[in-house]
């Protein structure tokens, strides 16, 4: 017997058109690609969404066809994020970091007409649609767009400009297609994870949690991730939900924009990729004083994308009084699936203690459950000792990539991660590494998250990534790479020491290199893939001691 209940879709629309009726004054702050901070509120999105809807109904975009945007983190794409899905349409966000051949890929893959772009983007949008000709214009916004261009560019602000801000949200089918996102792609092509109506309201009601993040109508949320990465982690909708006050930051994301935008805007709540805070407390150290780190009013920061150091967790603490909530999740997961907040029985633990938990991923929310596996797929017990492979399934993680023909997931729904996992008997997941990147030393497994979570640790040390170099003898031993803090004098054998009073001596890294700048990948990981390559043969000429 079925139940009495109205059938109401979980839709985007719904989401702007409750922002804009409960919480329609409360600002949207929005930094240009020039500087210049925008003043808006919930009600003027929505507003202007339903103009972009009234507008794609114009250019003849029928339901289902995918529209994509090249831009950052400004009110324009945020409307986009509405405008787009409440009508029916598929945004494909690109992130432009991406390689060229990358970005081209996914635009043709995705098969948007239309591409919507940040004015400083523009040479690379007449680029794509000189070479991709389904594209029947670029949309430039917040400027004029050039009169002489190879291919055909409009003006965002006057085609907007022509329609009206009423539209009837269509009642579209809550699964169907909202939002588009391709993986970083580090091996082969990179593939669309295609997030439906459904998939993302509830992955908002599920990271808006207490044990989440929290959002309420009290906090100002600085967006710090990008609007293509991911969904900006599914923080446009849940600050639509919750009616959070929402600070979009603009192209500009070193320490000194950043740090500006918590003080101006009294930012409770931010989120980000660790190396992102890197930055910010590089500029603190040198710039800001103490009386002003202590009058910021910020209170969380959600880290993510890859693993927050225990230095990370501790800078935060003690130099801005801020609670590091570390999460987990993929492109195929919407993304989040963990988040780590300490329990009551962890309240007895020391300081030290306390921050080496806070830097595990932390359990799952309800929505999405995780299990580990070993190399014949039996599940593993979560013992907070067993190590395997990590699955995911749930109602926000893919089934399938966008024009695949084969699912993503076994006959169980399970999704395969690529990390590699503890869990424990209360169901905290720490991640040990990703499987590519795990060293097979002599038979035995070393986690470089481990060691680089070390390596940082130490005062000396800015960025660390540790991988696995192929060696006659061993297999493969861990190669350090190191990038020293700013005015520091670090030498090798004084942190081969530091790491020796905290490792095993089997893990310790056979070298050390002191490099300028670590390579990183288009969302901000370090791309450990171009550090093998480049230093494949570092131990290629190694013999062994004792001459076996
Ligand atoms: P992407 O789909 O490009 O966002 O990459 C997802 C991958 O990033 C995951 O499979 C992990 O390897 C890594 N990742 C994300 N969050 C974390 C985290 N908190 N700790 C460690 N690795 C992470």
Redesign the pocket.
């Known amino acids: 017997m079925n139940g009495l209940m109205q059938d109401y879709p979980l839709l985007l629309s719904t989401l702007i058109e409750h922002a804009a009726r409960n919480h329609g004054a409360t600002e949207v702050v929005s930094r240009d690609c020039d500087g210049v901070v925008r003043r808006s509120d919930w009600a003027g999105v929505a507003a202007r969404a339903r103009k972009v809807a009234n507008l794609l109904d114009r250019l003849g975009v029928e339901e289902g066809d995918r529209v994509a945007s090249l831009a950052w983190n400004t009110s324009d794409h945020l409307e986009l994020y509405f405008g787009v899905p409440g009508s029916g349409r598929v945004l494909h966000t690109v992130n432009p970091r991406l390689f060229q051949e990358q970005i081209n890929y996914v635009i043709d893959h995705g098969g948007s007409r239309f591409l919507f772009v940040d004015r400083d983007l523009l040479p690379l949008a007449i680029d794509i649609a000189t070479k991709l000709p389904r594209i029947e214009a670029v949309i430039v916004l917040n400027a004029h767009p050039p009169h002489d261009a190879e291919v055909t560019c409009l003006d965002y602000e006057a085609l907007l400009s022509r329609e009206t801000d009423q539209y009837n949200w269509p009642r579209l089918n809550e699964e169907s297609a909202c939002t588009l996102c391709y ?2 792609g580090t091996t082969g092509n990179p593939k669309g994870v295609l997030y439906s109506h459904r998939s993302t309201v509830l992955h908002a009601f599920g990271a808006l949690i207490a044990d989440g993040m929290a959002l309420s109508a009290l906090d100002t949320v600085l967006l710090a991730v990008p609007l293509f990465h ?1 969904n900006a982690w599914g923080v446009p909708f849940a600050a639509a939900m919750s009616g959070a006050k929402l600070v979009l930051p603009g192209p500009r994301l070193d320490g000194k924009s950043i740090y500006t935008l918590l003080r101006d805007e009294k930012v409770t709540f931010t989120l980000g990729v660790p190396t992102l805070w890197m930055g910010l407390f590089e500029y603190l150290a040198s710039d800001v004083s103490a009386g002003e780190l202590k009058a910021l009013p910020l209170q969380r920061v959600l880290v ?5 150091s225990v230095d990370l967790i501790r800078k935060f603490d003690k130099i801005l009084g801020v609670e590091l909530i ?7 997961t919407s ?1 989040l699936v963990t988040v780590c907040k300490p329990l009551q029985h962890h309240a007895g633990m020391s300081e030290d203690d306390l921050y080496e938990f806070r830097a595990s ?1 932390g359990r799952s929310l309800f929505g999405a459950e995780l299990r580990i596996v070993d190399d014949r797929g039996d599940e593993l017990p979560r013992d907070g000792v067993s190590t395997g492979d990590l699955q995911v399934r749930g109602a926000w993680i893919a089934n399938r990539y966008f024009g695949g023909d084969e699912p993503a997931v076994d006959g169980e729904g399970w999704f395969p ?3 590699v996992a503890r869990i424990s008997a209360d169901g905290f997941m720490r ?1 040990t590494d ?1 499987s590519k990147d795990v060293i097979k030393s002599g038979g035995e497994w070393i986690s470089s998250v481990d060691l680089e979570n070390v390596a940082v640790s130490h005062a000396g040390v800015a960025e660390a990534a540790v991988i696995g170099v192929p060696h006659p003898k061993w297999q493969e031993r861990p190669l350090l790479l190191v990038r020293a803090a700013a005015g520091q004098v670090l030498k090798s054998e004084d942190l081969m020491a530091y790491m020796a009073d905290r490792l095993a001596r089997w893990w310790l890294p056979d070298d050390i290199i002191f490099v300028d700048s670590l390579p990183h990948t288009a ?1 901000g ?1 370090l791309s450990k893939a171009r550090l093998r390559d480049a230093y494949r043969y570092h131990f290629a000429a190694c013999r062994d001691l004792s001459g076996n």
């Open positions: 993986t970083s991911v993510g994308g890859s693993a927050a570390h999460a987990w999740g993929m492109t195929e993304p991923q991660t690529g990390d991640i990703r969302t990981k």
